[in-house]
């Protein structure tokens, strides 16, 4: 699907497409682990003293690598963070695997069957994320 995806990408966010997949792909197999799929704001509950209450929509749960994880909590709580919390293998991991969580946007897109102005956005989102990230 990725093959589909870095093509609808500005030809300037080709080149950048590639790498980042490509870096993905190289990674070491990880022994899977359950890993949520989207640790995203939206889908953490916290309690006014910053406990975790709850985590919510298990609906991409699968058998992965947990740094995937770690790239999704990245995004809402910064990497520093991510950095005291997990060990530098998995951190080192996680950064190469968001640099892929804006593309899987496009992925997802075609997969439900996005077309036109709506499919037109969701590009557009995931060009304005690549050039913020930071990734290059």
């Known amino acids: 699907m990725f093959n589909e995806a870095v093509p609808r990408l500005p030809p300037e966010l080709r080149a950048s497409g590639r790498r980042r997949v490509h870096e993905v792909l190289a990674l070491d197999p990880e022994p899977p ?3 949520h799929g989207d640790l995203t704001g939206e ?3 916290w309690s006014v003293d910053g406990q975790l209450l709850g ?3 298990w609906d991409l749960a ?3 690598d947990p740094a995937i994880d770690a790239a999704c909590l990245a995004h809402w709580h910064g990497w520093s963070t991510i950095k005291r919390a997990v060990e530098e293998t998995t951190y080192t991991r996680a950064r190469t695997w968001y640099g892929t969580l804006s593309i899987e946007q496009i992925v997802k897109a075609l997969l439900d069957g996005v077309t036109g102005a709506a499919l037109a956005e969701c590009v557009a989102s995931v060009a ?3 050039v913020s990230d930071g990734l290059g």
């Open 33 to 35: 682990r359950l890993v």
């Open 43 to 45: 889908n953490m509950h």
């Open 55 to 57: 985590v919510l929509d």
């Open 62 to 64: 699968s058998p992965a």
């Open 128 to 130: 304005r994320w690549m």
